[in-house]
C-alpha cells in the first residue's frame, strides 16, 4: 500500500528539523591566556660586577741578551728547561776580550813602574831642594811628573776594569729560578750587542693581562681584589690583586692594559692561555637604577611603553606603560628613567603582539632579576 503524499512530506519536514539540530554550532570559548617571558623589576645594587678577557703571562719575563757582540760557543739550555739562578744560559768565544784584558793589564803594570819612578824622583828632588841644592823648577817638575804618572795608574786600572767587565758579558746567566720559554739563537751564530738569545719565565705566580675599555679603566685601583678563571681550569677561581694599570691604549684600539697578579693558590700556568677577570666596582651613582632588556622596551608614536603585568586572582593582565628612557647601560639593558617601580613584573618578549588589557599566563623558571 503506497503511502499519501501528506505524510511524506511531514518526514521529511521532520528529519530536516532533526538535522538542523544536530549540526548547531556550540558557543564560542574564551581564548586560551597568551603565555609570556617576564622579569621583574630590582633596583640595582650599587656593585657592578664586570668580565675582562685576558691571557696568562709569567710573573717575570724576560728576553736574555748579551751585552757584547760575539761568536756563541755554548748553549746548554733548551726550550721547557727549567733554571736555577747563576746556571749558564750562553757563552761567546772570549779570546778576543781576554786579549784585550791583557793589554789593559800590561799598560796597568807600566803605570804602577812609571809612577814608582816618579815618586823615587820627587822624593830625590825634595830632599835636595830642601837642603838648597836644587831649584824651585825642579822641584815642581818632579811634582808633576808624580802627579801625572798616579793619574795614568789610575787610568789604568779603570782600563782594566772594563776589559774585565766586557769579558763577563760574554758569559749569560740564569738572574733566578726560570723556565726557559724560547730560544732565539744556536751555537756557533754570531749575535749583535741587545739581540735576544732566549726568552724566560719566572715567577712562581702567573699574571694576567686583561684589556678594559676607556668607559672602565677609571673604576680599576690598584690592589683592588679580582677574580681570575682560567679556560684550562675552568673549575677553579683563584684570587688575583690589580697590580698594574695602563695610561696608554694598546693595538686593540681604545682598550687599557690592566695587569692582575694571582695571590693564594697559584696553579701552574703557562704563559698565553686564555683567562678572564672578574671585577666588582663600588659604583654609588648607579645604586637604585632600574634597567630593562631593549626587547621588553616597545616604541611608537606616543612614545616609549612597556607592558606591565598585573595579577587578579589566577589571572594576569597586561598593562599598557608610558615610561621615560636614558641611556642604554654596558650590558646592553635600557635604564628606565621613569615610569616603573621595584617589584612591578614586566613583559619582555612578544611586546608588538601584545594589547593593553590582554589575559596572559607568566611562563614558569622565567623570572629575572634585574
Excluded at 39 to 55: E, M, R
Excluded at 222 to 244: H, N
Excluded at 256 to 273: D, F, I
Excluded at 319 to 343: H, K, Q, S, W
Aim: with cysteine; glycine share 8%; net charge negative.
Amino acid at each position: 500500500m503506497v503511502e499519501s503524499t501528506p505524510f511524506k512530506v511531514n518526514a521529511i519536514l521532520m528529519a530536516l528539523a532533526t538535522l538542523v539540530g544536530c549540526t548547531q554550532e556550540a558557543p564560542p570559548q574564551e581564548p586560551a591566556p597568551r603565555p609570556v617571558q617576564y622579569v621583574q623589576v630590582l633596583a640595582a645594587a650599587a656593585d657592578d660586577l664586570q668580565t675582562y678577557s685576558g691571557v696568562t703571562k709569567a710573573e717575570v719575563d724576560a728576553q736574555m741578551s748579551f751585552k757584547v757582540a760575539g761568536t756563541v760557543v755554548d748553549r746548554p739550555v733548551s726550550v721547557g728547561d727549567t733554571v736555577a739562578a747563576g746556571d749558564l744560559l750562553a757563552r761567546l768565544d772570549q779570546r778576543d776580550y781576554r786579549v784585550a784584558l791583557q793589554q789593559a793589564q800590561a799598560g796597568l803594570a807600566t803605570a804602577i813602574a812609571q809612577l814608582r819612578n816618579a815618586s823615587v824622583e820627587y822624593d830625590r828632588t825634595t830632599e835636595l831642594y830642601e837642603n838648597s841644592n836644587a831649584a824651585k823648577a825642579d822641584l815642581d817638575r818632579a811634582q808633576a811628573a808624580f802627579e801625572s804618572a798616579e793619574a795614568m795608574v789610575a787610568a789604568a786600572r779603570e782600563q782594566v776594569h772594563g776589559a774585565e767587565l766586557q769579558v763577563s758579558y760574554t758569559t749569560l746567566r740564569a738572574p733566578q729560578a726560570c723556565t726557559v720559554a724560547k730560544t732565539f739563537v744556536k751555537e756557533n751564530e754570531n749575535v749583535a750587542p741587545g739581540q735576544p738569545v732566549l726568552q724566560l719565565n719566572c715567577g712562581r705566580c702567573a699574571q694576567i693581562e686583561a684589556y678594559l675599555p676607556e668607559t672602565h679603566i677609571g673604576w680599576v685601583e690598584a690592589s683592588m681584589p679580582v677574580e681570575v678563571t682560567v679556560e684550562a681550569i675552568p673549575e677553579q677561581r683563584l684570587d688575583a690583586v690589580v697590580t698594574e694599570i695602563g695610561v696608554a691604549s694598546g693595538a686593540a684600539g681604545a682598550t687599557y692594559p690592566v695587569t692582575a697578579q694571582l695571590t693564594g693558590a697559584c696553579p701552574e700556568l703557562r704563559s698565553g692561555m686564555v683567562a678572564d677577570v672578574h671585577m666588582a666596582f663600588r659604583l654609588p651613582e648607579r645604586e637604585g637604577r632600574i634597567a630593562l632588556p631593549t626587547v621588553a622596551v616597545g616604541e611608537d608614536r606616543d612614545g616609549n611603553f612597556v607592558y606591565t603585568l598585573e595579577q587578579g586572582g589566577d589571572a594576569w593582565t597586561a598593562r599598557r606603560r608610558a615610561v621615560v628612557v636614558g641611556e642604554i647601560t654596558d650590558r646592553g639593558e635600557l635604564v628606565i628613567a621613569d615610569g616603573l617601580a621595584e617589584g612591578e613584573y614586566v613583559a619582555t618578549a612578544g611586546v608588538r603582539r601584545i594589547q593593553d588589557g590582554l589575559t596572559v599566563r607568566l611562563l614558569e623558571n622565567n623570572a629575572v632579576g634585574l
